[in-house]
């Protein structure tokens, strides 16, 4: 309701991934995973002629070819390690820059590159197909082979395997630098073919995001870093430890009903609560909703947690009276179309209690407190509860300031499947834990989990998904920048941790992917640390 303002502290994702939240993970390696089957395998699995289905690769229309480089792909290049198939004449690829770190690759693939293409298609064929009047093995001439497999299908094999064995050479130019996964042919295959039958080469569009660069402003501010950090004065320990024991003492006292006065400070009243706008034009005035409450159990000594003047104004009420009175709400009001807002408070006291609290001395040391037997020990074991907490607390804020500073200061061109990907692993880990609370049924989660619901959640969630990656991305950048290290030992001690919590929870886990996610835990660590040390933080309570 609205008469009661908490602030609340937001809090930046972390580091460290649970078990339903897979981490940010860029890769320097490129994976390419085919998106079409070889016609020749299908050919000689089925042992007969089919029809091969349609292809239709994505046709991504260029948005920008402000920059462009030209460059031939050297024949014996490889675009990763394990390429050792040699091209008989280079392949020329032109790359053109475009939006959020993607470039366009244009491929154009050489007649002597493609007639190598055509004449390994025709030896595999000749070595596996079944030609009717000839032995097994035996070689078979070219024109009965195509007439028996089919031109369209020696075609599109011929394409598929021209495809096969230059992507990785027109990838060179990006080499360590492309998105894992975020690879993909622009071009129609049914295009290709037909460029392939009637000019004897083949052209190509491939879109590729790229891993972003980390542009500082200023440049290195983060080694200048100056931060303040707002620590809310509930998490004061010596506060909290007396509200505490507060709270205890309370829990061990009974409620008695007022008969014979009106409400004083450490009652408890029941209270009916409404509130409108006050207007001198009554046609304006309009019911606060919020404000509105049902037998209201309001603790007096929480008269601090309310709005200013609403205590003040209720001393003294008694059973059955109702009070009328202004308020106005402050402009620190959490609920923005209440600031300044200047209310008639009408409050109706339904039941009114005091407390009857036994004497706060040594005789309730364990009922406190177990395994206490005095009030001091009581008060210093709860003291140092509290202490770690706010130390715990003061940590945390000193980190989400840090973090929250790094996303500000950098500027970063954002791939499309970084910010998928991302979104994606968040839309996921929200949608178990909704899940876990609320045991959704296959319908509900069928809907949920929808391509449309999904989409929704990465329009509505942009500004947070990416804020959440430049801060991901400025951390790494960070890590490298000051050659920051971290050992094998502790490497290997967390990992283990992780998935004896997977097996734990009975919980599927790939081995690699949590050494992943443990090496971008320990990194984020240590960048932390080494930025609390050369930051300059200033603490302030609010």
């Given at each position: 309701m609205a008469l009661c303002s908490s602030t609340t502290t937001s809090t930046l994702p972390q580091f460290k991934p649970t078990s339903s939240t897979p981490s940010l993970s860029l890769s320097n390696s490129l994976f390419l995973q085919s998106n079409y089957t070889s016609t020749a395998h299908r050919f000689f699995t089925s042992h007969k002629l089919s029809t091969p289905p349609s292809r239709q690769f994505s046709l991504l229309q260029p948005q920008s070819t402000r920059f462009s480089t030209v460059f031939a792909a050297s024949a014996s290049s490889a675009a990763v390690a394990d390429v050792q198939d040699k091209l008989p004449a280079d392949i020329l690829v032109t790359e053109m820059k475009e939006p959020n770190s993607r470039v366009r690759l244009s491929v154009e693939v050489p007649p002597a590159v493609c007639e190598d293409c055509y004449n390994r298609i025709i030896k595999e064929f000749m070595k596996m197909a079944k030609v009717p009047g000839f032995r097994p093995g035996k070689e078979v001439p070219e024109n009965i082979l195509v007439g028996h497999v089919g031109r369209k299908n020696i075609r599109q094999a011929t394409v598929e395997s021209i495809l096969d064995r230059t992507l990785p050479h027109a990838m060179s130019s990006v080499s360590g630098r492309a998105l894992k996964d975020s690879v993909r042919i622009a071009t129609k295959f049914s295009d290709m073919e037909e460029t392939y039958s009637s000019q004897n080469l083949v052209r190509y569009d491939v879109i590729v995001d790229l891993a972003p660069e980390v542009r500082w402003i200023p440049q290195d501010g983060y080694k200048n870093l100056k931060v303040v950090v707002e620590i809310d004065s509930e998490i004061d320990a010596h506060k909290a430890s007396k509200q505490e024991l507060r709270r205890r003492h309370k829990l061990l006292g009974s409620m008695r009903i007022v008969t014979d006065r009106g409400l004083q400070v450490n009652d408890v009243a029941v209270l009916d609560i409404s509130a409108t706008t006050i207007d001198q034009d009554e046609s304006n005035i309009k019911k606060i909703p919020s404000a509105e409450s049902k037998g209201f159990n309001f603790d007096t000594e929480?008269?601090?947690?309310?709005?200013?003047?609403?205590?003040?104004?209720?001393?003294?009420?008694?059973?059955?009276?109702?009070?009328?009175?202004?308020?106005?709400?402050?402009?620190?009001?959490?609920?923005?179309n209440l600031r300044g807002v200047h209310a008639q408070f009408t409050v109706e006291c339904?039941?009114?209690?005091?407390?009857?609290?036994?004497?706060?001395?040594?005789?309730?040391?364990?009922?406190?407190?177990?395994?206490?037997?005095?009030?001091?020990?009581?008060?210093?074991?709860?003291?140092?509860?509290?202490?770690?907490?706010?130390?715990?607390?003061?940590?945390?804020?000193?980190?989400?300031?840090?973090?929250?500073?790094?996303?500000?200061?950098?500027?970063?061109?954002?791939?499309?499947?970084?910010?998928?990907?991302?979104?994606?692993q968040l839309y996921g880990a929200k949608l178990l834990q909704v899940?876990?609370?609320?045991?959704?049924?296959?319908?509900?989660?069928?809907?949920?989990?929808?391509?449309?619901?999904?989409?929704?959640?990465?329009?509505?969630?942009?500004?947070?998904?990416?804020?959440?990656?430049?801060?991901?991305?400025?951390?790494?950048?960070?890590?490298k920048r000051e050659d920051l290290r971290f050992s094998t030992e502790e490497l290997v001690k967390e990992v283990e941790n992780s998935i004896a919590e997977f097996k734990r929870q009975n919980q599927d886990y790939d081995e690699e992917r949590v050494k992943e996610q443990v090496q971008e835990i320990l990194e984020g660590a240590k960048v932390l640390e080494w930025l609390r040390e050369h930051a300059e933080i200033e603490y302030i309570t609010r």
């Amino acid at each position: 309701m609205a008469l009661c303002s908490s602030t609340t502290t937001s809090t930046l994702p972390q580091f460290k991934p649970t078990s339903s939240t897979p981490s940010l993970s860029l890769s320097n390696s490129l994976f390419l995973q085919s998106n079409y089957t070889s016609t020749a395998h299908r050919f000689f699995t089925s042992h007969k002629l089919s029809t091969p289905p349609s292809r239709q690769f994505s046709l991504l229309q260029p948005q920008s070819t402000r920059f462009s480089t030209v460059f031939a792909a050297s024949a014996s290049s490889a675009a990763v390690a394990d390429v050792q198939d040699k091209l008989p004449a280079d392949i020329l690829v032109t790359e053109m820059k475009e939006p959020n770190s993607r470039v366009r690759l244009s491929v154009e693939v050489p007649p002597a590159v493609c007639e190598d293409c055509y004449n390994r298609i025709i030896k595999e064929f000749m070595k596996m197909a079944k030609v009717p009047g000839f032995r097994p093995g035996k070689e078979v001439p070219e024109n009965i082979l195509v007439g028996h497999v089919g031109r369209k299908n020696i075609r599109q094999a011929t394409v598929e395997s021209i495809l096969d064995r230059t992507l990785p050479h027109a990838m060179s130019s990006v080499s360590g630098r492309a998105l894992k996964d975020s690879v993909r042919i622009a071009t129609k295959f049914s295009d290709m073919e037909e460029t392939y039958s009637s000019q004897n080469l083949v052209r190509y569009d491939v879109i590729v995001d790229l891993a972003p660069e980390v542009r500082w402003i200023p440049q290195d501010g983060y080694k200048n870093l100056k931060v303040v950090v707002e620590i809310d004065s509930e998490i004061d320990a010596h506060k909290a430890s007396k509200q505490e024991l507060r709270r205890r003492h309370k829990l061990l006292g009974s409620m008695r009903i007022v008969t014979d006065r009106g409400l004083q400070v450490n009652d408890v009243a029941v209270l009916d609560i409404s509130a409108t706008t006050i207007d001198q034009d009554e046609s304006n005035i309009k019911k606060i909703p919020s404000a509105e409450s049902k037998g209201f159990n309001f603790d007096t000594e929480d008269g601090d947690k309310v709005l200013p003047g609403f205590l003040d104004s209720i001393i003294g009420i008694q059973r059955g009276e109702t009070k009328l009175f202004p308020l106005v709400f402050p402009e620190s009001w959490r609920q923005e179309n209440l600031r300044g807002v200047h209310a008639q408070f009408t409050v109706e006291c339904k039941e009114l209690f005091y407390r009857d609290l036994p004497e706060l001395d040594d005789s309730l040391a364990d009922k406190l407190l177990p395994e206490c037997t005095t009030l001091k020990q009581v008060k210093e074991s709860l003291l140092q509860q509290f202490l770690e907490l706010e130390q715990t607390a003061k940590d945390q804020a000193t980190d989400n300031a840090i973090l929250d500073q790094l996303r500000k200061m950098v500027e970063i061109e954002i791939p499309q499947s970084l910010f998928e990907e991302q979104g994606r692993q968040l839309y996921g880990a929200k949608l178990l834990q909704v899940q876990a609370n609320m045991k959704l049924n296959e319908q509900q989660l069928a809907s949920l989990s929808s391509p449309r619901a999904v989409k929704e959640y990465l329009e509505d969630q942009r500004e947070d998904i990416e804020g959440i990656i430049r801060q991901n991305l400025a951390v790494g950048d960070i890590f490298k920048r000051e050659d920051l290290r971290f050992s094998t030992e502790e490497l290997v001690k967390e990992v283990e941790n992780s998935i004896a919590e997977f097996k734990r929870q009975n919980q599927d886990y790939d081995e690699e992917r949590v050494k992943e996610q443990v090496q971008e835990i320990l990194e984020g660590a240590k960048v932390l640390e080494w930025l609390r040390e050369h930051a300059e933080i200033e603490y302030i309570t609010r």
